[in-house]
């Protein structure tokens, strides 16, 4: 193999390296953001509870909404050379995403702010935004209570 072959494949070789450093820079970090946000929905779970409405919140592992499970989950979307991460929150038909863009800053309602001064202290516009997604699952499902119901299957015959 001549030095201009193997100048190639190892261009080739550094690429990937860096692709796959940061997606695991991006994963670490959204593993991060998701486990904060599990302990931020969770202190607005509580405070409904003080309310009396039907939520459990014994942990972050069993969150829940009139029974609907409350799910906080880390996304990578990594294709070569593009890596793409949020974190989604999920209950019932309410869905928010934080993104963690790859300069490190997170898009969470209101201004971005930089990972490292999250993990710092979390910013009032991320409490902010978790309560609004507690509130929006709250009240989705309160509006949808009786419509839940299951449609009679139809049989072929």
Same mark, same amino acid.
Do not use: Y
């Given at each position: ?8 494949? =190892? ?36 405070? =409904? ?13 069993? =969150? ?94």
């Amino acid at each position: 193999m001549n030095e201009a072959s193997k100048a190639l494949l =190892m261009n080739a070789v550094k690429e990937w390296n860096k692709f796959a450093a940061e997606r695991e820079r991006m994963r670490t970090i959204a593993m991060e953001v998701s486990a904060i946000t599990q302990r931020v929905v969770l202190e607005s779970l509580n405070f =409904m509870k003080t309310q009396n409405v039907d939520v459990e919140c014994t942990g972050i592992e069993a =969150m829940k909404i009139m029974g609907h499970p409350v799910l906080i989950e880390p996304v990578v979307e990594a294709q070569f050379p593009n890596v793409k991460t949020r974190v989604n929150m999920t209950c019932s038909g309410a869905t928010r995403s934080i993104i963690v863009n790859s300069n490190g800053s997170i898009s969470a309602g209101g201004n971005p702010f930089m990972f490292d001064q999250f993990k710092k202290g979390i910013p009032e516009s991320f409490v902010t935004n978790s309560a609004e997604f507690v509130s929006d699952a709250f009240l989705f499902i309160a509006r949808n209570q009786g419509q839940e119901q299951k449609t009679p299957e139809v049989k072929a015959g």
